[in-house]
């Protein structure tokens, strides 16, 4: 039987269940809040709360920490249908506030005492404080497990979120990434006696062809540092795009999550991007061309993204500043240059006016042709 990828969200509710009125009060009031925006008393409470819970976990027999804990719960729950494996993965996706940490720290090491393997995924600012932060954020988050869970899939790994506890708003968002990306959704109604729910993988078809034709507006909104203009994006959808209400444009947390899961077939199969600033020698085409692994010609793509948008706002002085690109010009081969796509791979280059000329790409066998 294959090992399992559980991904699951983890909320607080651990703490606050049951919790006192006033120490709720403080619960309630502080759950957006890192930890340094705490006042030293509301700090300690909350403390000795997940103190006291992990505590109830450890001396618990099942049920009673499927009681305590929803994420677990869903865990536990699934495990009835399919026994523990040790090879099991567990993803827990928490905010970096305080009480957010807290509980996914708890939920990691009741795990980890059961010999699993988890991974904390903590999102920088998954708060509901603020929308524009928030939304933000879920991009991060939608972009991340779009590039983490299929490299588990291709693993032979079964991914199932489970969706049993977290946080009604990102809940949402997880849903239709399951729906993409996960062999099965996992969820339990609130009731004590409630069963299991396990939801299949439905046989989504995603229509491309948008993207395709778009192919290098969207690697460029991808990078998340530049602006569509209402011009550029008229004939994208909406439900691809964030549109600061003057026509001006990013992607949408699913315009990204849609690109993210496309961009090995669009950017490793297709052809190379018609980039600002950038011009492709035949040399260049045929390296590219000939390549035959998709996932370093995909990060090729996006590095030429990345290439362009520094090229074009300050050439040359702007790639030297870069430390991922380590752009240099070569030892005695006039104005050539390279830069690093990835720890092998480099590309060769000469720049000329306003145009960064390509030459090759590959890796040392590209320095034995001028």
Known sequence: MAPTLFVSPVGTSLLTNAAPLELSRVLRETANLKEGEIDSASRQLILLRANEIEEKIRTSDVKGICRLSAELNGI??????????????????????????????????????????????????????????????????????????????????????????????????????????????????????????????????????????????????????????????????????????????????????????????????????????LRYERSFLHDFESWSNVAEKVTLQETLVKVSRLWSEGGLAKLRQDGGLQYKTQNNRGNIGEFRVTQALRVTCLPAGSNLFLRRFGGHEIYESP
Request: no cysteine; aromatic share 8%; net charge negative.
């Open 76 to 277: 536990y729950s699934y495990h009835e249908v399919k026994p523990l494996d040790r090879k099991d993965i567990h993803f827990l996706i928490a905010s970096d506030t305080f009480q957010g940490a807290l509980t996914a720290d708890i939920v990691r090491r009741h795990l980890e005492e059961k010999s699993a393997s988890v991974t904390i995924l903590q999102q920088s600012n998954l708060s509901t404080r603020d929308h524009n932060t928030f939304s933000s954020a879920i991009k991060e988050l939608l972009k991340s497990l779009a590039e983490i869970v299929p490299e588990y899939s291709e693993q032979g790994y079964k991914v199932v979120f489970n969706l049993v506890g977290g946080f009604k708003s990102v809940q949402g968002y997880l849903n239709t990434v399951g729906m993409l990306y996960a062999d099965e959704i996992i969820y339990i109604f609130e009731a004590e006696s409630s069963a299991l729910i396990r939801i299949p993988r439905l046989p989504l078809q995603v229509d491309n062809k948008v993207m395709k034709e778009n192919a290098s507006l969207f690697a460029r909104l991808a990078l998340g540092e530049y602006i569509a203009t209402a011009e550029e994006v008229s004939q994208i959808p909406e439900a691809f795009l964030d549109n600061d209400g003057t026509g001006a444009a990013t992607l949408s947390a699913w315009g990204l999550l849609l690109w993210t899961q496309q961009k090995k077939e669009i950017l490793g199969k297709g052809p190379l991007l018609q980039l600002p600033g």
